[in-house]
Nanobody, 114 residues
């Protein structure tokens, strides 16, 4: 099994920045990719960004140019740097790992005030 622990959420004004972190433990050797999803009230969970072991990344169109995903393989940690935040970025952000199966973190709240 893989355990994922997120940190770094909070309240920020529009235009501000936050950095989310997600530390993986357990069967980390089984992980092929890690990423971030988010879920706003009344909406479905959606992919924000994903990064493979090799460093390949994908981003949702809504965050391209504002968010950057990175990964420290030595620390089994993935980061999401979020800049130029907008109120519509408000959501619970979930860390995700994908290997032989998918695992989820507990989620961290990000609130962007206008």
């Amino acid at each position: 099994q893989v355990q994922l622990v997120e940190s770094g959420g909070g309240l920020v004004q529009a235009g501000g920045s936050l950095r989310l972190s997600c530390a993986a433990s357990g069967s980390v050797f089984s992980i092929n990719a890690m990423g971030w999803y988010r879920q706003a009230p009344g909406k479905q969970r959606e992919l924000v960004a994903d990064i493979t072991n090799g460093g390949n990344t994908i981003y949702a169109d809504s965050v391209k140019g504002r968010f950057t995903i990175s990964r420290d393989n030595a620390k089994n940690t993935v980061y999401l740097q979020m800049n130029s935040l907008k109120p519509e970025d408000t959501a619970v952000y979930y860390c995700n790992s994908l290997g032989t199966r998918r695992y989820w973190g507990q989620g961290t709240q990000v609130t962007v005030s206008s």
